[in-house]
């Protein structure tokens, strides 16, 4: 499985971007697949979540009304569109997989991480 996430960039308060992340090596059709970020000195958070299949969706509270995750199918591609950015949206951002069947709830399959600057 191969992931590879990009879209980040530096983005003023109140500004949006769109996260990508090409997916590739299987069908990810029992995959939930997911974004999570990594701030300078935090712990890694899940930040959204989606089930390739059915596309059942989960987000963390804090961003809750700005950030919308999807994919398409068609492109094998997962998106984080992210809206009314603030700074402590600032941080590494991973794309990631799962199985949706699996005991854990930990991601097996990671993207390389692509920054996200929210800043005046």
């Known amino acids: 499985v191969q992931l590879q996430a990009y879209g980040g960039g530096l983005v003023q308060p109140g500004g949006s971007l769109r996260l990508s992340c090409a997916a590739s090596g299987r069908t990810f059709s029992n995959y939930i697949m997911g974004w999570l970020r990594q701030a300078p000195g935090k712990e890694r958070e899940s930040v959204a979540s989606i089930r390739w299949s059915g596309g059942i969706t989960k987000y963390t509270e804090s961003v809750k009304g700005r950030f919308t995750i999807s994919r398409d199918k068609a492109k094998s591609t997962l998106y984080l569109q992210m809206n009314r950015l603030k700074p402590e949206d600032t941080a590494v951002y991973y794309c990631?997989?799962?199985?949706?069947?699996?005991?854990?709830?930990?991601?097996?399959?990671w993207g390389q991480g692509t920054q996200v600057t929210v800043s005046s």
């Open positions: 990631a997989a799962r199985h949706a069947a699996a005991l854990s709830d930990e991601y097996v399959f």
